[in-house]
């Protein structure tokens, strides 16, 4: 009789410690991206374009929770729309109110309201006469619709294709929701015309570069607690979710709530952009909103790389320069030079920027072994 002796497996390498130049490195980036950004930016760029870049950054925002939800999570998000109108809107009510409010003329009511008849400011606009409720509103409201439709999606397995399809149809249906209910929402025109926030005009140059520095601070939290989320326990558990949902769920966890947890991030994150939208651009309509703007917002994570919060964070601002750009020296031919970009981007970089920039250090890295290795054996 033969007995069989079984070793246990070799103990695993402990990992290498990053020197710590490498471990400074992307912390020294995001100070010196933020110094720049407060610092350098506001001092150098005339309000206009300050004001077009504090709008680059709402939707660097939204591309932040995208890339959580579509890069680590594997969920298409096309309808991200709905989440930054609901944002929107909320701070935008609270932006009406507070012009009627200075308005002794008004009735007590906005001029859409009055145009329909209406006398009495309805039960659904008061608690937005109160900054506190807009501003919880614009971050909660998301973030609790995107629970309630990710875990009644998620529990019925729906993913892929038509996960991306149900979003596509919510924005749409929101978008006809919001032109249909013109005496709450202001129809086709939406809501703008707001001459005040917090007593101090909105046009006036000094409330425009506070309002950029707030855009400004909000992106380098959302990216802060996001890349916290991604590095944590939680984030390797989302990308194994996203690479083998089935082998996830044999191993005792349920996906239905790790997905809904990102798809909710992700909505919260869409509604903080909304909401500074407003304050950068002062007006919110459903054409902000639809099919159209919900897929421009995953068309710039795509080409920045939707692995990457950082570049989210690129593609957005990246995308909606070059729109500006072509705009103003294409104005007949700008989508068609903004497709281009889209197509090279994804033809010769599927991973996008972000994964162009990953390859090249890639290659330095082990240009750099290479070389030790070899003056090593001489």
């Not at 009055?114 to 009495?120: N, R, T």
């Not at 659904?124 to 875990?151: D, E, K, N």
């Not at 790389?305 to 104005?331: C, D, I, K, M, P």
Request: proline share 6%; glycine share 12%.
């Amino acid at each position: 009789m033969t007995s069989t002796i079984t070793s246990p497996p070799p103990a695993a390498a402990p990992p290498r410690e990053r020197p710590w130049p490498s471990r400074l490195a992307g912390p020294a980036v995001f100070v010196a991206v933020l110094a720049v950004a407060l610092g350098v930016v506001p001092a150098v760029v005339e309000p206009f374009r300050l004001n077009l870049v504090a709008q680059y950054l709402c939707f660097a925002i939204v591309g932040m929770g995208i890339a959580l939800a579509w890069g680590r999570g594997g969920m298409l998000t096309l309808g991200q729309g709905v989440f930054f109108g609901l944002g929107g809107y909320a701070m935008g009510m609270y932006l009406t109110l507070e012009r009627v409010a200075s308005d002794p003329l008004s009735g007590g009511v906005p001029d859409f309201m009055a145009w329909s008849g209406i006398d009495e400011l309805p039960a659904l606009w008061r608690p937005f006469a109160h900054p506190a409720v807009a501003i919880a509103a614009a971050v909660l409201v998301p973030g609790l619709v995107a629970a309630v439709l990710g875990w009644a999606v998620f529990r019925q397995r729906v993913r892929g294709a038509y996960f991306a399809i149900l979003n596509q149809a919510l924005a749409a249906a929101f978008v006809i929701l919001l032109i249909n209910q013109q005496h709450l929402t202001g129809g086709t025109n939406g809501l703008t015309r707001f001459p005040t926030l917090f007593g101090a005009s909105l046009y006036s140059p000094d409330t425009k570069r506070w309002v950029y520095v707030a855009v400004v601070a909000v992106a380098a939290l959302v990216y802060v607690a996001f890349r916290q989320v991604v590095r944590s326990r939680y984030g390797s558990l989302l990308v194994a979710v996203r690479d083998g949902e089935d082998r996830v769920r044999f191993l005792g966890y349920d996906p239905t709530w790790v997905k809904t947890l990102a798809y909710t991030l992700s909505a919260m994150a869409a509604g903080v952009g909304g909401a500074l939208f407003v304050l950068v651009m002062g007006i919110i309509a459903p054409s902000s909103l639809g099919i159209i703007p919900s897929l421009m917002m995953v068309l710039a994570v795509a080409i920045g790389g939707r692995f990457s919060l950082a570049g989210a964070v690129v593609g957005a601002v990246l995308v909606n320069a070059a729109q500006t750009t072509f705009s103003e020296s294409f104005a007949g031919g700008w989508t068609y030079l903004q497709g281009a970009l889209f197509v090279v981007v994804i033809v010769f970089a599927p991973r996008g920027l972000a994964g162009i920039a990953e390859t090249a250090a890639e290659w330095w890295r082990h240009r750099g072994r290479r070389q030790q290795l070899q003056g090593s054996s001489q």
